[in-house]
């Protein structure tokens, strides 16, 4: 399936970027910090749609290279991530007391294990729920990647319409009611399971 | 990379027309989605029986299922059962059935925030029921939406990016055209992106400076 497979590789690769920039995100230098929020914002203003066509239409010609549409949906999907998934660890980086880091500093911990003992294992159940939402988004925005020409579940489901237009004419009403239920069926429970954690962890 | 301005210049009208049409998308879809919010938040609010039901269910379809997949079902499956709505009609419809559960959500959570004694107060001075919500609830549950209330309102102008699938001629559906026509591939992406910064961008700035003034509204919580 490829539509599972896109979501899939790009939360993965998201998520990973997303934990390195949210932790380069709290730097203390103002440069960096612009650097980041001007990424962010870049995804934030302009539509994902628009990014796929940038990619797919745009970078494609001027770097006369040929892409194929999905591997364009995967990059821009895992560039999303990364920078919503930035800002997701950011926050929860913030969150954390100051003195967490400092105690840790005095105690004489290196950046590294300063980050893998003490920050990140107390971030990581701020973020869970932000990062499941996040992971219920890019796979309902999956469906866009049918416009720049991907064989997804979609497609297949208009490929089913064409051929049984005869005999059924109805199809579409049944296909695409049963695309809807699909995606319902796997983002539900997702959607689910960050609120059962928020209620959980807030209370 | 140079850029053909005469083209760009040439396919202006195209584009402002375009940005226009989103634009009234957009408006209209945040106006119904925001009134069906403020409704399903108010039902939710007061716990209505059958009612309160029948809209949890709305807001969790609504939420967990792609906007593209929406518009497709209302443009392609419902003319098959004999509804027949033109491309405008759907596009405003599925955004507003997408908006309106984030809406409610939004004003839920601001309703949800004003504290108990803030009411139990305004009743104790003598407030009847709808100067308490009209003069207690609902400001202070306001200031609270207000930021998810913009936050909804950039990813539904965001979201009709989308509505270009079902041929309405939106700005996506210009760019592809003229992609697919001349060959201006740079000048049409370029023109894209300006037109959604331009539109996006204002409102952006916008909202961050109602968020700090509405703040204000909060003190003493």
Sequence with gaps: ?203 | MNLNWQFIIDSLPLYLKAAWTTLKLGFWGILISSIIGFVCSIVLYFKVKVLKTVIQVYIELSRNTPLLIQLFFLYFGLTKLGVALSETACAIIGLSFLGGSYMAEAFRSGLEAVSKTQIESGLSIGLSKTQLVRYVVLPQAFSVSVPSIGANCIFLLKETSIVGAIAVVDLMNVTKDLIGIYYQTFEALFMLVVSYLIMILPLSLLLTWLERKVRYAEFGN
Excluded at chain 1, 90 to 118: C, N, T, V
């Design chain 1, 1 to 203: 399936m490829v539509t599972v497979r896109i979501a899939f590789i790009s939360i993965i690769f998201g998520s990973l970027l997303g934990i390195v920039l949210g932790v380069i995100w709290t730097s203390k230098s103002k440069w960096i910090r612009s650097a980041c929020r001007l990424y962010l914002e870049l995804f934030r203003i302009i539509p994902i749609l628009v990014w796929l066509f940038i990619m797919y239409f745009g970078v494609t010609t001027a770097l006369n290279i040929d892409l194929s549409g999905e591997t364009v949906s995967v990059i821009v999907f895992t560039l999303w991530g990364a920078a919503e998934m930035g800002d997701i660890v950011r926050g929860a980086l913030e969150s954390l007391p100051k003195h967490q880091i400092e105690s840790g500093k005095a105690l004489g911990f290196s950046f590294w294990d300063l980050y893998r003992y003490i920050l990140i294992p107390q971030a990581v159940r701020r973020m869970l729920p932000g990062s499941i939402n996040l992971a219920t988004r890019m796979i309902k925005t999956t469906s866009l990647v049918v416009l720049i020409g991907v064989i997804d579940v979609t497609k297949v489901g208009q490929q089913i319409i064409e051929l049984s237009r005869l005999e059924v004419p109805t199809a579409s009403f049944w296909v695409y009611g049963f695309v809807f239920i699909l995606y319902f069926i796997i983002c539900y429970p997702l959607s689910r399971l960050s609120r059962v954690l928020e209620n959980k962890w807030n209370g």
